[in-house]
């Protein structure tokens, strides 16, 4: 019993460090559990304090998983991708009181499954308002119009993409040291998805859209969807 203790204890206490150091800058201030399963996406409760949440993802899909958490509006909060079968992971989003969006994707292909929850409350910070709004369309494999210069420091740009490809794209931004800071989620042909983004620092910045081509298998990165941009001093 006391040989076990002593095994154990210095093993729990290095996963507890890892999943410190590994997850989110943030530390929730509420958790809810979220249950993915092959054609359901349940929250544990659909009334929740305003703040920073944890979304305890569990995957209990027979296929790889994801989560969103979204606005009413369809603009992403945040996500976790690549939830094997049988593990759990944990979102931490910064929420203000209103009306959201859970979405898993079970085979991280398709429209995914939602549930609706309202947040209530005082806490959390707003985003700021966008100094300015950028249009642009997506097609294989490019945003032909996609007009990312002259951004500088400091700036908050409103991002509206309208799909006139024939298969699903999406519009996912990495900070110079490759963090994603903000997405246009995966958006069918024909539709119209924005997303909202901070740009904190000067430097080198990348779009790019993850998908997988069914024709290829290959991501649409590799044929060519991505691209980088300078963000200016202020
Ligand atoms: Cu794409």
Redesign the pocket.
């Known amino acids: 019993m006391s040989t076990l203790s002593r095994t154990f204890a210095p093993l729990a206490a290095m996963g507890a460090l890892i999943a410190l150091t590994a997850c989110s800058t943030a530390a929730a201030d509420v958790t809810v559990d979220v249950t993915g399963t092959d054609d359901g996406c349940t929250l544990s409760a659909d009334v929740l304090d305003a703040g920073n949440i944890g979304f305890e993802f569990k995957n209990e899909a027979g296929d790889v998983n994801e989560l969103y958490v979204l606005k009413a509006n369809g603009d992403v909060v945040g996500e976790v991708e690549n939830v094997t079968t049988g593990t759990r992971r944990t979102l931490v989003v910064d929420l203000v009181a209103g009306d959201y969006l859970v979405r898993c994707k079970p085979g991280q292909t398709g429209d995914g499954i939602e549930s609706a929850f309202t947040v209530t409350g005082d806490g959390g910070t707003a985003q700021a308002t966008p100094d300015r709004t950028l249009t642009f369309e997506?097609v294989e494999?490019r945003y032909p119009d996609l007009d990312v210069d002259g951004i500088t420091a400091g700036e908050t740009i409103r991002f509206e993409m309208t799909n006139n490809g024939s298969q699903a794209?999406?519009f996912e931004v990495l900070d110079p040291d490759g963090n994603a800071i903000g997405e246009v989620a995966s958006t069918e042909p024909g539709g119209v998805s924005g997303a909202t983004i901070t740009f904190e620092s000067p430097g080198v910045y990348t779009y790019q859209?993850i998908?997988v081509d069914e024709n290829t298998n290959k991501q649409?990165t590799e044929l060519d969807?991505t691209g980088t941009f300078d963000v200016a001093e202020a």
């Open positions: 997506s494999f794209h999406e859209c998908l649409h969807m």
